[in-house]
């Protein structure tokens, strides 16, 4: 593979992590035309079906099932009852101020729109290392992100999927895109006797 074909799947992937972070926010002005003009950024399948499916989406819908009433969770720490909520939420605060991740979003720290986010500005910063021949902090980065995708995200997402299955809201479809994005871009553990989290 060329620098150039390397670059383009870089910027692609960055695009559906971005694609993928915003099909969870909260509805609200703008947020059918950056979901639509994302969709059209990408080559993941599965993304772009929720993309579609969230066409004409509501905030109501969407505080119904991931809302403080909702019976989904959009934050981690639900899905870490025997961890130290303040624990999940340092490892996270440190992960983003370590690589100067600033989100702009209104949700918590911990949310998976967030999180997806986070994913998403690490491989463009990757990338970008790359492109200035900077093999140490691509490589630094990389490494990161795995251990992001291992710790963090892999295992919140499907947990995230298992909970939405049988709603049959773009959410579900967001939430089986994106845990099969985060399995597909997590390495294995170094530890081949770790078992994932619930």
Same mark, same amino acid.
């Given at each position: ?6 670059? &383009? ?17 909260? /509805? ?6 950056? $979901? ?5 950024? $990408? ?24 809302? /403080?009433?909702?019976?989904? @969770?959009?934050?981690? $720490? ?14 996270? =605060? ?7 991740? &600033? ?8 949310? $998976? ?9 690490? =491989?463009?910063?990757? @990338?970008?290392? !790359? ?9 630094? =980065? ?24 049988? @709603?049959? =809201?773009?959410?579900? &479809?967001?939430?089986?895109?994106? +845990? +099969? ?8 553990? /170094? ?5 994932? !989290?619930?």
């Amino acid at each position: 593979m060329n620098g150039t074909h390397d670059s &383009k799947r870089a910027l692609l992937n960055a695009a559906a992590w971005r694609l993928a972070s915003a099909l969870f926010e909260r /509805p609200k002005r703008g947020w059918s035309e950056e $979901i639509a003009s994302l969709a059209g950024e $990408i080559d993941d399948p599965d993304l772009r079906r929720a993309a579609r499916e969230a066409e004409g989406a509501t905030e109501g819908l969407y505080l119904a099932l991931l809302g /403080p009433g909702g019976p989904v @969770s959009p934050r981690e $720490i639900a899905y870490r009852p025997l961890e130290d909520p303040a624990c999940v939420l340092a490892d996270l =605060t440190a992960a983003y101020e370590a690589f100067a991740y &600033k989100p702009a979003a209104e949700d918590p720290i911990d949310h $998976i729109a967030v999180e997806a986010g986070f994913a998403g500005y690490l =491989t463009l910063k990757a @990338s970008y290392a !790359r492109a200035l021949s900077d093999e140490e902090a691509a490589s630094v =980065t990389e490494e990161a992100l795995a251990g992001f995708l291992r710790e963090h995200l892999d295992p919140f997402a499907r947990s995230l999927a298992e909970r939405l299955a049988g @709603s049959g =809201t773009y959410l579900e &479809k967001a939430a089986r895109a994106l +845990a +099969a994005r985060a399995a597909r871009e997590r390495p294995v553990a /170094p530890d081949a006797e770790r078992s994932p !989290r619930p």
